[in-house]
Every structure is written in structure tokens, then in C-alpha cells.
């Protein structure tokens, strides 16, 4: 499958190498398409992995993960394009972070709790399924479910019952048997208030290679 | 012990309860001395059992649980009285919900993100040694941890390590054998901010009986 990727950091490049491993052509795209980190990743990924600018990356793609930072996302969409992500499925596995305070960062107030970024992305772009999954964990658990032992959660939320059937098929791909569906996209308000907690347990486990999973 | 409830809903009952049945003395306090719901769970829990102004039971406690609701929180601990307070440590187990605009209900703003309600009791009642903990869960399960099988897990948090030893202790009475210690009471904002997801996974499961387990 051809498949996008929006942002050049640590959890674009974990992703897009997944994908390149399990067969998929993979385009990254950033605001240029000379970006330093973009090539760096094409010349180690190889050769189904491309680089582009954001509008080109969302062009190549038949599915787009959102993997920017939260406080860039709605920029980058607009890069992206309108028409580019149209009837398309987008993975947002970002969160609505500020650091302009220092650590701990606080969820950007206008996109939380009665709002979400999964939310406005989706509010701004009606014709993109927004699918909000895997923003509860570091990414290179993202990829790969067995990094932590045993049965562990991962989360998905959305407006379109047939993207979610399509990103749980994508989840299965990176190790995840039994993906929690929350329910509608007002769920990424849930999900993305967990990033408190989830920084907390970091500091207290020591690594950030731990989940959630939910017992009953 | 002598143990102070403030708050008369289920919460307060059934930890209540659960204390009288571990042989402790409880005074469950409301707004006025002859509240019905407070007299009724007196009736059902026996002779060491009592009820009292929010004052009243304040002053009656060596240590205090406020079981009220989020919103009312702050009013209900001005009424319970700096003085009776001071120095003692209160079990905050309530969470800012807004029910004002129906289900899901919100977190109160002021009192989220960069802010909680167990910051804010904190702030305002500098003398009271603050321990924020069993808030993200059902309240049978706060007082009965084997009513989830398995291993799963509770949070504390506070500015006092003594204080939050002693509330180890009272969280063993509840069968909880290894709370997870999340550091100073900024850990409020990161599991009152876990309320949302609860409520998600509660119309998922279709029960309250679940819970947390951090996986590593």
C-alpha cells in the first residue's frame, strides 16, 4: 500500500521504517522537500521509502498518519491540502502538547477537554477520516505490540465505521490483536488527556516502554 | 480510628461502610446535622457509626475522606473548617466533573490541566496534608480491590511522604497491595484527567467493575 507520512521526528521515521520493513511504499513529507531529516531517513529506509513536500506526501498516500507535533498539526494540514486528503484515512497519533512552559507540557486549552485535536482536525477537513489510535504510548511500542509483555492496550476512535475496520487491519500489522474501539471521535478527548498520566508513569517507571490495559 | 467522611452520596457510604466493617468509628458529615441520606446509612451501619455537620466530622476524624463531589468541594471544605483540618490528612477522591451540560461530563477548566481540584484543596488548605488517590475507579472497587481479578493498579499522589504512607496503609485495608506512587500532587491534574477515559471504557465494557493496569 502507498502510504503517507505527515512529520520527519522520532515517530514519523519509527513508523514509516515499519512500514517500509512490512513491504508498503512510504513517502515523508515536511514543509520542504529538501528536508535534512526526510533524507536521512530515504537513504536509510531504502528503496520504497520517498521524500516530499507535505501536499506531495498526502498525494502519494492512499492512508496518511498524522505523526507532527500536536501544536503543528492544523498547519501541516493545511499543507497538506484539502483536496489531497480527501476520502482518504488519516491516523492521528499526535497530542494536543504544550512545552512553551517547560516539562510537564499541559494540553493546548482550545484543544482539550471539551474539544480535541483528533476533533478539529476532522472539524477542519469534513471529507478525511479522522482515525485517533496509538497516541497513548512511545512509538517505538507504536510498532511493534510485543516491546512489552503480555496483553496491553491500545485505543481507537472515530466517526466512519469502515476507517476504523481499515486502521484496525493497519493495527494487526504492528502487533495489536484486540484494539479497543471507544467509540466516536469524541473519544480523542479521552485518549489524549491520558498523556498526563502517561508522563507521570515514565518518570516513575524509568523507560518509556510501559501501557495501559485495561483488566476486568 | 477515627475516620471523617465528608459526603453522604454512594461514594461516602460505601467507603464508610467498608471502614465500620474494617472496625473503625465513622462520621459521615453533610451540610446540616439531620441530613436523611446520612441518617439512613447510620441506621444500616451500626453503633460505630455516626453522622454530624461537615464540620462536626471533620473534627471527629484523625484522618478525612472527601467523597463530595467535584463541584462542590471547595464550599464543602470551607464548611468543614480550616482549624478542624489542619494537620490532618485528607483522602481526596473526588474529580472536577461538570455535569452542567450533560454526559460526558467535562472537567471544570480552572481546575484541570495546568491546575487540579486536588491542587487547589492543596492551596487553599495549606495545613492539610493532601494525598489525591482512588479517583479513577468505581467506588466498590476503591474499597474492594478483588473485585477486579487479577492484578491491576490505584495511583497516590501529595506533596507529604508521611501522609502518603499512612495512606498506603489505609489503601491495604482496601486489598490494594502495590499503589503506584506518582510523586508530588501535580499527579492530580494526570489522573483526575483519566475520568474521561473511564467513562468511555465504562459504556464500552458495560460495567463500572475494570480497571487500570500499567504493564511493563
Given at each position: 500500500?502507498?502510504?503517507?507520512i505527515l512529520g520527519?521526528?522520532?515517530?514519523?521515521?519509527?513508523?514509516g521504517?515499519k512500514?517500509?520493513?512490512?513491504?508498503?511504499?512510504?513517502?515523508?513529507?515536511?514543509?520542504?522537500?529538501?528536508?535534512?531529516?526526510?533524507?536521512a531517513?530515504?537513504?536509510?529506509a531504502?528503496?520504497?521509502?520517498?521524500?516530499?513536500?507535505?501536499?506531495?506526501?498526502?498525494?502519494?498516500?492512499?492512508?496518511?498518519?498524522?505523526?507532527?507535533?500536536?501544536d503543528?498539526?492544523l498547519?501541516?494540514?493545511?499543507?497538506a491540502?484539502?483536496?489531497?486528503?480527501?476520502?482518504?484515512?488519516?491516523?492521528?497519533?499526535?497530542?494536543?502538547l504544550?512545552?512553551?512552559?517547560?516539562?510537564?507540557p499541559?494540553?493546548?486549552?482550545?484543544?482539550?477537554?471539551?474539544?480535541s485535536?483528533g476533533?478539529e482536525?476532522?472539524?477542519?477537513f469534513?471529507?478525511?477520516?479522522?482515525?485517533k489510535?496509538?497516541?497513548?504510548?512511545?512509538c517505538?511500542?507504536?510498532?511493534?505490540?510485543?516491546?512489552?509483555?503480555g496483553?496491553?492496550?491500545v485505543f481507537?476512535?472515530?466517526n466512519?465505521?469502515?476507517?476504523?475496520?481499515?486502521?484496525?487491519?493497519?493495527?494487526?500489522?504492528?502487533?495489536w490483536?484486540?484494539?479497543i474501539d471507544?467509540?466516536?471521535?469524541?473519544?480523542?478527548?479521552?485518549?489524549?488527556m491520558?498523556?498526563?498520566?502517561?508522563?507521570?508513569?515514565?518518570?516513575?517507571?524509568?523507560?518509556?516502554?510501559?501501557?495501559?490495559?485495561i483488566?476486568?
Amino acid at each position: 500500500m502507498k502510504i503517507g507520512i505527515l512529520g520527519t521526528g522520532m515517530v514519523g521515521s519509527t513508523i514509516g521504517s515499519k512500514l517500509i520493513a512490512l513491504g508498503h511504499d512510504v513517502m515523508m513529507g515536511s514543509r520542504t522537500s529538501t528536508n535534512e531529516k526526510a533524507a536521512a531517513w530515504v537513504k536509510s529506509a531504502g528503496a520504497k521509502s520517498s521524500a516530499g513536500t507535505f501536499a506531495e506526501a498526502a498525494a502519494f498516500g492512499e492512508v496518511i498518519f498524522n505523526c507532527t507535533k500536536g501544536d503543528a498539526t492544523l498547519d501541516v494540514m493545511k499543507l497538506a491540502g484539502e483536496k489531497n486528503l480527501a476520502g482518504k484515512i488519516l491516523l492521528d497519533i499526535s497530542n494536543p502538547l504544550d512545552f512553551s512552559k517547560g516539562m510537564p507540557p499541559f494540553l493546548i486549552p482550545s484543544l482539550s477537554n471539551t474539544n480535541s485535536l483528533g476533533e478539529e482536525i476532522q472539524k477542519q477537513f469534513p471529507a478525511t477520516k479522522v482515525v485517533k489510535t496509538l497516541n497513548t504510548m512511545n512509538c517505538n511500542l507504536m510498532v511493534d505490540a510485543s516491546l512489552v509483555a503480555g496483553e496491553h492496550d491500545v485505543f481507537l476512535c472515530g466517526n466512519d465505521d469502515g476507517a476504523k475496520q481499515k486502521v484496525k487491519e493497519i493495527l494487526g500489522w504492528f502487533g495489536w490483536k484486540n484494539p479497543i474501539d471507544i467509540g466516536d471521535l469524541t473519544g480523542a478527548r479521552a485518549t489524549e488527556m491520558m498523556l498526563p498520566i502517561w508522563l507521570k508513569l515514565w518518570g516513575v517507571n524509568q523507560t518509556p516502554n510501559f501501557n495501559f490495559k485495561i483488566v476486568k
